[in-house]
């Protein structure tokens, strides 16, 4: 008898039942051990008690059809059945946080094009082990996105756009999720596709992005329907732990600037941490977590939010010569800060961009508020803005020596140039233009988060949170 199941059933109950006493680690050692014991399980949907496919193949595969019938039951006519299934084998983009393909059906008998579409854009969760999994699993963005999908999507359509959805559904145990909407013809019937790092920022999608999210943040306000859904501290309790992981390996070697302790290419370092922060890393990183617990549990500040308000995850058309927007990747939507999460949205601009224009989106999300009935005072939303940045000044301020170091390793990382040309480059290998883009995407958050914090004075904001902490 093999003994690893028994040791591992062992290692789950134990920790399942250590879990009473409420530690994020041990949520954290609960969730590596389901991803172990029960990758391939196929357990069913919460949401639809459909066992569904955790792959495009297995949509294209001979019994494809039948299962996407299945799943298409509440929208198909009676009487019509899905016949075939083919993955168009469109080149989606930044799919790094799970398998992503367009499919192509054709049904038993005529469809309105307006009732079923016959192209179907597919999402599904990573299966491999691999970092951005364990990142995927402890900051549950499959019952983030299904959630929003299966309950507030319906809410919010006469005000705001977003990809029609057909099925999702997601297993916490398994980590399995699949989602399938309408396909966005970017380039046709909307605008081509932005990307956050390949394509420069403008005022006017940063303008529209706040009235935007300011809709979404206020005409949801304190709907009942919010109670059933998920809220940041409790989708990002486990992630903080990796967060801490990360901060104290590395965050002391990124505020001085070194890799590992060496000076390399200092040029590409463009953050200045505020002086008074030098030394506090450690504060910092242990504060962290209930910093941003205080901020998600502020009832005066609360929001159901998108998170993660960026080009890449919106898609724009023009009618009558003004533009528009609507929004998709829901994988971090919750109820949140609001204030945080424009420190979220805005960290991944270009740090000039930001320094630049601040004052002006600060003033248009305030603004925006008001106009839309929701008042929110200057100093409130500024103290929950810097603080904010806490999360991401550990976690990228940790990344960061993983980046460099994995660069230096491959003897890339002493070229590399702030706003890198090479991150535009389509000619370059896929595999390490991400992992450029990813550099330049940290580099631009680290840099954000220090200035935001030197320009409102984290320090002080810190210490106050402390008195009252």
Partial sequence: MELWPVAIAMALGTASCLLLLGSAELALLRTLLKMLACKGRRN?????????PTSADELT????????????????????????????????????????????VTYSKPVDAEILPNVFFVKFNLQDWSPM?????SSQVCKCEALFYHILAKEISDFLRTPKCFFVDFNEMTGEF??????????????PLKHRVRDAASLEDQLLFIETGAMLHCRLGNSPVLLKMPKF??????MWVLCALSGRFGLSHSVQKTVRGQRVNEAW????????????????????????????????????????????????????GKLHMGLFDWQQSCVNNLGQEWAWNWHFLEPE??????????????????????????????????????????????????????????????????EDVRCKDPGLDQEL?????????????FTNCCSIMRRHDFYSAWQKWRETH
């Fill in 44 to 52: 069913r949907g919460q949401l639809t008690g459909l066992r569904f």
């Fill in 61 to 104: 595969s001979s019994k494809g059809p039948a299962r996407l019938t299945a799943m298409l039951k509440p929208h198909l006519p009676k009487g019509v059945s899905v016949t075939s299934v083919r993955n168009l084998q469109t080149e989606i983009k930044d799919g790094v946080k799970g398998e992503k393909a367009m499919l192509k």
């Fill in 133 to 137: 999994r364990i990142f995927v699993q």
């Fill in 178 to 191: 699949c989602l399938v909407t309408e396909a966005l013809d970017f380039g046709h019937q909307y605008l």
């Fill in 233 to 238: 501290h409790e989708t990002h309790r486990e």
């Fill in 269 to 320: 370092m463009t953050w200045d941490c505020p002086s008074e922060l030098l030394g506090k890393e450690r504060d910092i990183i242990r504060d962290m977590p209930g910093i941003m617990t205080s901020l998600s549990k502020d009832p005066e500040m609360a929001v159901f939010g998108h998170n993660d308000l960026t080009t890449d995850n919106a898609f724009y058309w023009k009618d009558a």
């Fill in 353 to 418: 961009f930001l320094a630049k224009h601040e004052e002006t989106l600060i003033d248009h999300v305030l603004s925006t508020y008001e106009r839309l009935g929701r008042q929110i005072s200057r100093a409130k939303f500024l103290n929950a803005y810097v603080l904010g940045t806490a999360q991401m000044f550990v976690f990228s301020g940790g990344g960061l020596q993983l980046l460099m170091t994995d660069l230096q390793s491959k003897g890339i990382f002493e070229s590399l140039v702030p």
């Fill in 433 to 445: 233009r991400e992992k450029l883009v990813g550099a330049e995407m940290t580099r631009r958050t």
